[in-house]
């Protein structure tokens, strides 16, 4: 509360001075806080994550109490994707990056409305088609153990909204009712949804440290460790943190202000978020919605070479494989740049097997200029890359819970858009 109040306090008096002239150049003010005052690329031409009232009115959503302070809180893969009739045996990172406290789930109480639940059992994706029919336009796709609210089942065809995808999908492939509950429960993760339109995150829990990156509000971002200790950033700091970043900070000031602080997971890396800005939810995942886009003739990429199949159409195949680090393989498991290398490799492209690297050999674009299979990149000294696939969207292989996932391109900032060839 102390913070708060002089965080407000802080702000009436830079206020005060900007308006009596006393502050020259207010863009040079330091202000204390984590939201960040003017937009940048997250919001260029209108992509960001932006979500709309349905969306948080959807009957799917998955809402949490707080006891602490008690706030209420293809063809998949074809249409007849594997069933999913096992535990979720994803290996369990012994670092800090994948941890989640179990003290800490245990906080939160899970709350899905809905009026009859689905979940998506399939190993990749799900197709959502406009029609009850495999021969209708695929509009969206669940991947692996999304939610959705059924409205009824007929012939085999369950009509369900997810997100903001309505649609048909096959039945079959639907965990439902008490079963869909149950693995709802078992998935659901503990997120933070951003409550502003962009806001910074830090190396470390100070506003003194530097900034890791800009990430787009609305969104919802992995909880690492909601609730800090001296214990815990020991070890943090011990395996992540740099020397550099250290001496930035004052570690004891710094440990005095964990309960302000928490930490969340983007794509593989940790960074650190203000309380402030943030809701905690739990949630699961939900339908995307796909848009057909016909490929621009000319670019290396683009479409392949002898047919109608586009460099995004190939990609769609492998939504929902998983994220092997340092892996190449499309079904079996890659990471970041292992699968734009491979995407591209397909049409007889070479990339090499690193971001960054990617990076360096591809021509810089607008926003404005980017079009399906642009690559896009993200990260101090860019660590992360993933392929533009249109409608403000990019396909990628993002980390080992999700593995190849589709977000909006603007989930995080990027600091390069390349275009191949």
């Known amino acids: 509360m102390r913070k708060k109040y002089f965080n407000i306090l802080a702000k009436v008096l830079i206020i005060s001075a900007v308006l009596t002239g006393t502050v020259a150049n207010a863009d040079k003010v330091k202000i204390a806080t984590e939201q960040a005052i003017a937009g940048i690329s997250v919001s260029l031409d209108g992509f960001a994550d932006k979500k709309t009232s349905e969306d948080e009115k959807t009957n799917l959503a998955t809402e949490v109490a707080v006891k602490a302070d008690d706030e209420a809180k293809s063809d998949a ?21 994948l941890e989640v406290d179990k003290e800490e789930k245990n906080q939160f109480k899970l709350n899905l409305v809905f009026d009859r639940l689905g979940m998506a059992k399939v190993d990749t994706y799900l197709n959502v088609r406009k029609k009850p029919s495999e021969n209708a336009k695929i509009v969206g796709k669940m991947t692996k153990h999304s939610g959705c609210n059924i409205y009824n089942i007929k012939k085999g065809w369950a009509k369900i909204v997810s997100g903001d995808v309505r649609g048909y999908v096959n ?3 639907l965990y439902k009712d008490e079963a869909a509950l149950e693995r ?25 440290s530097r900034i890791y990156d ?33 001496k930035l900070v004052n570690k004891k000031e710094m440990m005095e202000d964990l309960d302000n602080w928490a930490c969340i997971s983007i794509d593989d890396d940790l960074c650190f978020i203000n309380k402030d800005y943030f809701k905690v939810s739990y949630r699961v995942d939900r339908a995307v919605k796909i848009t057909h886009h016909k490929s621009k003739s ?22 929902g494989n998983p994220y092997v680090w340092g892996g190449v393989s499309l079904t079996n498991g890659c990471d970041c740049s292992g699968f734009t290398m491979s995407l591209y490799a397909h049409y007889g492209v070479a990339l090499p097997h690193f971001a ?37 969207q990019i396909i990628h292989a993002s980390n080992s819970r999700t593995g190849i996932i589709i977000s909006s391109a603007y989930y995080r900032t990027p600091v390069k858009i390349g275009r191949v060839g």
């Open 356 to 392: 960054a690297s990617q990076a360096s050999c591809t021509t810089s674009v607008s926003s404005s200029e980017a079009r399906p299979g642009d690559l896009f990149f993200y990260g101090d000294g860019i660590s992360h890359v993933g392929m533009y696939i249109g409608n403000g």
């Open 77 to 97: 893969a074809s249409d007849s994707a594997v069933k999913d009739d096992s535990e979720d045996k994803d290996a369990k990172d012994e670092d800090l990056s």
């Open 171 to 173: 039945a079959e492939y």
């Open 214 to 246: 800009l990430i787009s509000g609305g969104t919802g971002y992995d909880l690492a460790k909601l609730n800090l200790n001296e214990e815990w950033m020991n070890k943090f700091i011990e395996k992540h943190a740099k020397k550099k970043d250290l």
């Open 298 to 319: 000319g670019g290396k990429g683009s479409s392949s070479s002898g047919g109608n199949t586009s460099i995004v159409d190939y990609a769609m195949q492998f939504l």
């Open 184 to 208: 709802a429960r078992e998935v659901a993760t503990l997120r933070a949804r951003i409550k502003t339109q962009t806001l910074n995150v830090r190396f470390l829990p100070s506003t003194d």
